[in-house]
C-alpha cells in the first residue's frame, strides 16, 4: 500500500499562496485510507531524540519504580501502564490476553472543566458521570522526564492545530472551523516501549490489537525496530510501515470518520510481534492524539451531505465516544507484570 507523503510547510508558515494544493494532497489521501506522511512539520530538531532517549530511560527502570506511577482507578488514564493492563481490541472482539506494550499517559498541563457524560454500562455503575480530566502523575526519575514530557505535549499541541486547519480547508470549510470545536481538547500524549520478548507471546497476543483511534486523529513518531506497525488496506491486507527520518505518520480516528460522514476513513492499525529470531528487540514510539472537547457535538459536517448522502451517525457528545472506548479497552485489567 502506497503512504503519501505531503510537505506541509505552507501551513507551519502560512503561505497562502500553497495552501490549497496542501489541501487538495491531504483531502485525497484521507479518502483513500486515512493514513499519510507529514514532512517539513516544524517540530525543533532536537525535540524527537530527546524525548525517544527520556522515554527510554524510565522504561528501562525496574518494575516496582514505574509502578509508582500506575492510575489509582480504571476511570484515571494517566500515568505508567505496564504489559498486559490494556486490551486495545477488546472493544470490538474478544481478546483473551493483554497487549505487550509499555506506555506513559499524558494530559493537558491544565485539566479541564468538568463534562457530564453518560456511561456505556449504566449496569455497572452510575448512569452518568462527571468526566474530569485527571491530573498528570509523574516519576522522580529521569529529573528531565517531567520537563521533557511538557514540551513534547506543547509542541505536539502547536502541530495538530496546524493539522486542524489543513484538514478544515481539505472539507471544503473555513480554515478556522475546528478551532471552537477543540480549545478545550483532550488530547493524551502517550510515550509507548514494546519490550524485549524474553518468553514466547500467548497464541493469538501481540504488542498491540488492531482497532482504529477514538479521537479525531494521531500525529505519530515511532523507530524502526523489527515489529513494528501496521495499517489495514480496504481489502483487508496488512501492510508495514516505516516512518522516515524526520517524517510523522498521521491516521485518522472514529470522530473525523463520524463528522464526515464516512468520507475520511479511520484507519485499522496493529503493532506486530518482531521476528522470533529478534525477539529481545525493543521498540519505541511517541503519539499525539488529538480529540476535540468533550462536550463537542459531533454531527455530520455540512460539506459531507447531500440529497443523495444523508448523514448516516446520529449526533453524539465526543466524550461519550471516547469514553466508551477506553473503558473498553481497560475491562477486566490485570495489574502491572514484569
Not at 486547519?165 to 483532550?186: C, N, Q, V, W
Request: glycine share 6%; aromatic share 10%.
Amino acid at each position: 500500500m502506497q503512504i503519501p507523503k505531503v510537505d506541509i510547510s505552507a501551513f507551519v508558515a502560512n503561505d497562502e499562496a500553497a495552501k490549497p494544493q496542501i489541501a487538495k494532497a491531504v483531502a485525497a489521501a484521507c479518502r483513500t485510507n486515512g493514513f499519510f506522511l507529514i514532512e517539513k512539520h516544524g517540530l525543533p530538531d532536537d525535540l524527537l531524540p530527546t524525548a525517544f532517549a527520556t522515554a527510554r530511560a524510565f522504561f528501562e527502570l525496574p518494575l516496582e519504580e514505574k509502578a509508582k506511577c500506575a492510575p489509582p482507578s480504571r476511570e484515571v488514564f494517566r500515568g505508567y501502564f505496564g504489559r498486559e493492563m490494556r486490551r486495545t481490541a477488546a472493544y470490538r472482539e474478544k481478546v483473551e490476553h493483554g497487549d505487550l506494550k509499555e506506555e506513559f499517559l499524558v494530559g493537558a498541563p491544565t485539566p479541564r472543566p468538568p463534562v457530564r457524560l453518560r456511561m456505556p454500562w449504566p449496569e455497572e455503575g452510575p448512569e452518568t458521570i462527571d468526566w474530569i480530566e485527571a491530573e498528570n502523575i509523574w516519576p522522580a526519575e529521569p529529573a528531565a522526564f517531567r520537563p521533557v514530557f511538557e514540551r513534547f505535549y506543547t509542541e505536539m499541541d502547536k502541530l495538530a492545530g496546524v493539522v486542524c486547519r489543513i484538514f478544515a480547508m481539505s472539507l471544503g470549510l473555513p480554515e478556522t472551523y475546528f478551532a471552537d470545536k477543540t480549545d478545550r481538547h483532550g488530547a493524551t500524549a502517550n510515550w509507548g516501549y514494546y519490550p524485549p520478548q524474553e518468553t514466547p507471546p500467548k497464541p493469538g497476543q501481540i504488542r498491540q490489537g488492531a482497532h482504529t483511534d477514538i479521537g479525531g486523529f494521531t500525529i505519530l513518531a515511532a523507530d524502526r525496530a523489527p515489529g513494528g506497525l501496521q495499517v489495514q488496506d480496504p481489502d483487508g491486507g496488512w501492510h508495514d510501515v516505516l516512518i522516515p527520518d524526520g517524517a510523522l505518520a498521521i491516521n485518522l480516528g472514529d470522530l473525523l470518520e463520524r463528522w464526515t460522514n464516512r468520507r475520511w476513513k479511520a484507519t485499522m492499525h496493529r503493532v506486530v510481534n518482531p521476528p522470533e529470531a529478534l525477539r529481545n528487540t525493543a521498540r519505541q514510539s511517541m503519539g499525539f492524539f488529538f480529540k476535540p472537547n468533550a462536550d463537542a457535538v459531533i454531527a455530520c459536517l455540512p460539506t459531507c451531505r447531500d440529497a443523495a448522502t444523508p448523514a448516516e451517525f446520529p449526533e453524539i457528545l465526543a466524550g461519550e465516544h471516547m469514553l466508551y472506548r477506553m473503558l473498553a479497552s481497560r475491562r477486566n485489567m490485570k495489574k502491572a507484570t514484569a
